[in-house]
């Protein structure tokens, strides 16, 4: 049985949200998938006065592709991104990651923001949004809409919002980067990374321009490996081993945990291998 | 505070009035008398609670009854027709791919989904088809069976009745 005092708000537009979220100041949640808070309601949400459904606003659903940036609504689900056109046209990192996300049930109902919201360091699509330079968009009735990079909203257990914030739209840059994703869990189906990386390669003919590597389980969120960032530039414009580039994002980029899932130390093991393989991968496509 | 919704479960409009945190498991099992979807973890994990959410498997633990609003849901108890099992079933039947049979309902509705939309699956499709239906009996060999012949059943019928294909009846406003 559920307790029951919470005031529910059900709102058509982003902006009756955002009043309610406001005039709440941080007692209220808002509701995305429910694959995190539905199962909270049976235990209790603490001080939490309010929910506020987000489910019937309809731009929070919109995938939108227009100069150069897709515009991905927060409440697009799991199953969404694998599906739709323009995120399988210009974001493949985040629809391979998706389909890679929980069970068939969890992906009909988990949504992105979502998924970033809850802060889990082992989230399939903040690794794969890293990886893809995401800026979120995140809207209040007080200061209207900021932008702000992914990586600087993360916090341990959660992002960065404001009181009366809400995440409304991830915009991915669209470019002819190729990417690998790699993920390691106890079985194949249905369970968290212990750890996964996601690699982007952007090249100029032979010319390496970016590279960007994004870690899951590696610290308390999902992180971004700047050190081995730097030296994969170099390293995969020749034939160099990418070993020590590899060893750059387990033994200086992370800061894995132990947990009852995995060791620190075995995380660390397997930062190493799987950044190994997915360089690889990277750099086996042909420029 | 009760909230007004419109939902198609198996084919049969229902206009109910829900208290917004209500579960769909709840809803079906409670309000609207079907003891068909099991109640396991409700958390997410088991899938014994999985239900058609206009042809998508969900967990009902996970969906609040009101995002079920002007949806078309199918439950273990819309799958027969005329009193007469659908492929899935029979199969899961002539396979016995069940045991103690809790996890079952969840199990066929997972595979009628996968039937829908790919007839002859692979044994990996199928296993990641039913990822999220965990059977503690740990029978899975005989449910993988059941859900291959139930696709070479229904190629061989080679129409579409028998795989539930629910759409919604009225378009969600989202």
Known sequence: MIARPLEYFEPHFLEEALVVLDRFDGRARALAGGTRLVPELRTGLGDVEALVNLKRIAELHAVTAENGTLSIGALTTAAGLCADAAVLKDAPLLAYAASTLGSVQVRTLATLGGNICCGDPASDLTTALLALDATCCVASLASGERRIALEDLLVPGGADLRAGEVLTRILVPISRAVFAYRKMATRRGFEMALVAVAVALERAGTRVERVRIALAGAGPTCLRAPRSERRALDALAGPSDLDAVAALAADHDSAPQSDLRASALYRRQLIRVLTRRCLDDVRAVPS | ?174
Not at chain 2, 50 to 58: I, N
Not at chain 2, 123 to 129: G, L, S, T, V, Y
Request: charged content about 20%; overall charge neutral.
């Open chain 2, 1 to 174: 505070m009760m909230q007004s919704i419109h939902c198609v479960v198996n084919g049969e409009p229902h206009d109910l009035l829900v208290h917004p945190l209500e579960p769909l498991l709840e809803t079906l099992r409670v309000r609207l008398r079907m003891a068909g979807t099991k109640e396991g973890c409700s958390t997410g994990y088991c899938g014994a609670c999985t239900v058609l959410l206009d042809g998508s498997p969900v967990n009902a633990c996970l969906l609040l009854t009101v995002d079920a609003d002007r949806h078309a849901i199918t439950t273990i108890e819309g799958l027969a027709r005329d009193g007469v099992l659908a492929a899935v079933q029979a199969a899961f039947v002539a396979n016995s791919g069940l045991q103690c049979g809790y996890c079952t309902p969840g199990m066929i509705l997972s595979a009628s989904a996968l039937l829908a939309v790919d007839r002859d699956p692979s044994e990996a499709a199928i296993r990641a088809a039913i990822a999220g239906n965990i059977c503690r009996c740990t029978g899975y060999q005989s449910i993988v069976a059941s859900v291959r012949e139930a696709g070479q059943k229904i190629r061989a019928a080679g129409d579409a009745h028998d795989t539930p294909q629910p759409r919604p009846v009225i378009r969600s406003r989202a």
